[in-house]
Each structure stands twice: as structure tokens, then as C-alpha cells.
């Protein structure tokens, strides 16, 4: 299953939110859907969801337009919005009907997931009276309580403590092993590179950096190295380069453990070596430099605080 999202655009009154968002999702792949809060990522997903219309654009799987009563959508919002005052697991299987399950199928799902999830013992308890934690599994519950196609999670690991992130870490690869569709939206950025094959990242409504997420860290780090200096912090280092070495390098990042330079254009690695053995200056480190992903959203979307 293909699902492509073309040209999106949404206007709330005279104010365009949505300026053109174009990405493609794949059966058994998990896309990271990134943006900082306001950037437009849950409007998207509203579209996706049919909770909005957009105002153009278009949304296909494998060619045809997308009518979501059509798919089992499993959606994880990231505000909680199960019942607080009702028991878990009395709301699930009635949420589970509505979806069109029978009575028995929604139970024995209901079942499968409470105790995969480590929260079966709840399933009769009111949900307000559940700890975060247990509470966003609850949720996490009825996101697949429907054996869902698609399977959208906005901060999926929000509550979680480090033993019950591990649980829904082996969930989420066995849903895209299965064959899921997955739209995995996270401000946590190590678990976006850990599931995530392909990155769409929106700021201001658009979208600014879209691809293949090992392409994009090997094209970020072209022509960049890091350096890291014995006995000498980060700062001063970058002091010294910017002082010393301006006709080759470009000081880019100042980190705490070292300094991320760029090559000026024509300038090779091993002139840059060269240089700095015979300034003398006492390196801990010189490598090609390998951007983390948090590195790239801030430069992408970091615009503004």
C-alpha cells in the first residue's frame, strides 16, 4: 500500500497554515512526520484523519483517492482522549464497534493488547485513576485495538519510563515488519532515527527537508569535520579556528565536546590536516563529522525560538 499526500493546503479564515505538503508513505516502512509545535504537523494529520477538509491538494493510496472508512486507521493523538471517568476496558470495546468490529473480535483484541502492553489488571479501573504511564499504554491500546492498516503516533513514548518505552519499541518494529503503514510524528529524536527510513520535516506551514534519512546525514555531514582539542573547551577551540584557519574552515556548530567545521569551497581534508599539524595544536579528534538528526532539525527548523 502507497499513500501520497499531494499539495495540501488549509486555510483557517484568511490565514494559509498549510502551503503545499507533498510526502509518500509505504506499507512496511514508518515515516517521520517532524516539525516544532505550530509548525503544521497536526493539522496534516487532521487532514489525513478527514477531521479537516484541506482546502486544495489531494490524498491517494495506490492511485485512488483516500476515503478513510475505507482502512482500519489506527491514530495515537498526543493529547490524551479516552473518557477519564469510565473503564478501560467498557470504552475500548464500544470505540472498537463503532470501528465496525464485532462484539467477540473486539474482546479478544482488547484482551491480546492489554496484556502484550502490561496493563491488563486495569482493564475494569476508571482511567483517571491510572498513572500517566499506564494511561498512554490504555491509549496505545486503543490505537491498535483495531488491527489498523495505518498507523499514525504523535508522541507515542510521552509518560513512559525507560522499561515500558522498550515494550513499545518492539511494538512499533513488529507493526512495520507486519506491513503497517506508519506515521511516526516525535519531538524525541532518537526514536524517529531508530524507526524511521524516510523524514519529512515542516516549519512555518511547508516543508523544508524531505528524503531518505541516512541520504540526508551523509549529504549533512559532506565537506564537515569535527574536531575536539585535549584539555581545551569547546569555545576556545572554535576561537582559535576562526582566528587561525579562516582562509579553510568555516566554524559551523560549537558543541560540548567539540567544535563542527565546514570546508571552504576548493579546500581538502588532508590540506586541513596539514595545517593544523603544523599550527601544533594538540587534537583529540579529527574525523568526518556524522550529524545526528537532532542536529539537522535545529538547523532546518530552528529559525525562530
Known amino acids: 500500500m502507497r499513500l501520497e499526500v499531494k ?9 494559509e497554515v498549510l502551503h503545499g505538503i507533498s510526502f509518500v508513505v509505504e506499507s512496511g516502512k514508518a515515516l517521520g512526520l517532524l516539525g516544532r509545535n505550530g509548525a503544521g504537523k497536526t493539522t496534516t494529520i487532521r487532514i489525513l484523519m478527514d477531521v479537516f477538509k484541506a482546502n486544495s491538494g489531494e490524498i491517494t493510496v495506490d492511485g485512488r483517492p483516500f476515503v478513510t472508512k475505507e482502512f482500519q486507521i489506527g491514530y495515537l493523538p498526543e493529547e490524551r482522549g479516552l473518557y477519564p471517568k469510565k473503564e478501560v476496558a467498557e470504552q475500548i470495546i464500544y470505540l472498537a464497534r463503532l470501528r465496525g468490529m464485532s462484539a467477540k473480535e473486539a474482546k479478544d483484541n482488547l484482551n491480546y493488547w ?3 502492553l502490561g496493563v491488563e489488571e486495569y482493564r475494569n479501573r476508571k482511567l483517571e485513576t491510572l498513572s500517566k504511564g499506564n494511561q498512554q499504554k490504555v491509549q496505545l491500546v486503543q490505537t491498535l485495538v483495531c488491527n489498523p492498516e495505518i498507523v499514525i503516533l504523535d508522541e507515542p513514548f510521552s509518560g513512559l519510563d525507560p522499561v515500558n518505552s522498550q ?9 512495520i515488519q507486519s506491513g503497517r503503514l506508519v506515521i511516526f510524528s516525535s519531538h524525541q529524536m532518537s526514536y524517529v532515527e531508530e524507526f524511521c527510513e524516510d523524514i519529512v520535516i515542516i516549519n512555518h506551514g511547508e516543508i523544508v527537508l524531505s528524503g531518505y534519512l541516512k541520504e540526508i546525514k551523509r549529504e549533512y555531514g559532506k565537506d564537515r569535520l569535527f574536531l575536539a582539542a585535549e584539555d581545551q573547551v569547546p569555545e576556545i577551540l572554535a576561537g582559535k579556528i576562526t582566528e587561525q584557519f579562516a582562509d579553510l574552515l568555516q566554524v559551523a556548530a560549537v558543541k560540548k565536546d567539540g567544535v563542527i567545521v565546514k570546508l571552504l569551497d576548493g579546500i581538502t581534508k588532508k590540506a586541513v590536516l596539514g595545517r593544523l599539524a603544523s599550527a601544533d595544536m594538540e587534537l583529540e579528534f579529527f574525523g568526518n563529522y556524522e550529524p545526528s538528526l537532532t542536529d539537522i532539525f535545529v538547523e532546518r527548523a530552528g529559525d525562530q525560538v
Open 114 to 116: 492489554l496484556k502484550r
Open 167 to 175: 515494550v513499545l519499541k518492539d511494538v512499533i518494529q513488529e507493526l
Open 7 to 15: 499539495d495540501l493546503r488549509k486555510s483557517f479564515g484568511e490565514r
